[in-house]
């Protein structure tokens, strides 16, 4: 159950709208920094799968990319991360088992670095992944607008007192085969705290889509292991002033 949120508290979750498709990072909203009442940020500890994390290529990390935000990163904190495949309507049953299944390949290889579960019913879902088109982006002159492959979003909310997020994953109908795999695969990387881009062409977080996409790589959990180990407000208790009475 989400509480009603304070004045306060509706200023703080508007701000922290925001979206990261392929290759672009846009804030809608900014933060005011004169809201003094979020959670202390601190570490959580590391889940096992990433304690267990060890790579043996000495591969490096591009967690210099990745965006903090204003309630520091975006780690979950409670185990598994729950997900829920919307199935598409509109299209043949074979169609539509197929996208399931690439989408449920993705979440599986994510599943071997992070605790993740496919659910049947939405409302229990942290991350909710659907066959839809993403709102139209406009070029940089902002005057023609452009196709998205892919766009994920969060949004903040309360419950339990706990300040926590949720995400929404579109991938575009017009993605087929393998590149539907890859862009879930990339996506779930931003939903799993990956807020950022790869600058190499051999990580699933790369900027843009390549003829042949490349799986989970160990730079991929690199860092995101590296995220995992910084402090952030989600998963904490909100102070009082952000709790109706």
Known sequence: MTLNPTPNMRKILTAFVLTISTGLLIIFAHFSSSAT??????????????????????SGDYFAQVAKTEIGYLVWSQFPVKVYIERPINVSNQQAEDWVKSVIQAVNEWNIYLPLKVVE?????????????????????????????????????????????RFTILLSPSQTGNYVVASAR????HALGIWGHSPSQTDALYFAQVRNPPTVSARDVNTLKQVYQQPTSLGWALKDEFINR
């Open 186 to 189: 990339h996506e779930l990387g």
């Open 37 to 58: 009442s979020l959670p202390q940020a601190k570490p959580h500890p590391l889940p096992l799968t990433l304690v267990q994390w060890n790579d043996n290529t000495n």
């Open 121 to 165: 019913k939405p409302e229990f879902a942290d991350i909710k992944i659907e066959r839809k088109a993403p709102p139209l982006q406009l070029s940089p002159d902002k005057k023609i607008p452009r196709a998205r492959s892919a766009l994920t979003t969060y949004q903040l909310y309360t419950k339990n007192n706990l300040l926590l997020h």
